[in-house]
């Protein structure tokens, strides 16, 4: 093993201030989406580095409008999926379950 001089690291985690705008509805919230598709969350084009975290009560699906059972990314109940985005378009995404309904909850993250 090759000695690097480096006795031991120690990491720092910075926390920032969030900013009140947290709370608009346009950057968190939650729907209730039943068996047809449902919106969930909208934005207009934002930069490449933005993404969605989404989290649903039960497993759903998200998508594009119509988005189906069939068609959609699944998301397993209670499991955090960070979809990214582009920026070369608006974002719109749906959900909709197989039976029942669910809470998907969404987080905006720049």
Known sequence: MRDTGIDSVTARQT???????LLSPNLCGREATGTTATAIFMSGPAPDDDSVLISSSAA???????????????????????????????????????????????????
């Open 15 to 21: 926390a920032r201030t969030l900013s009140p705008n």
């Open 60 to 110: 759903a699906f998200v998508g594009p409008s119509g988005v189906t059972t069939s068609t959609g990314f699944p998301v397993a109940a209670n499991t955090p999926v960070l979809i990214p985005t582009t920026g070369a378009e608006n974002l719109q995404l749906f959900g909709v379950v197989s039976t029942g309904t669910a809470t998907i909850s969404y987080l905006s993250i720049s």
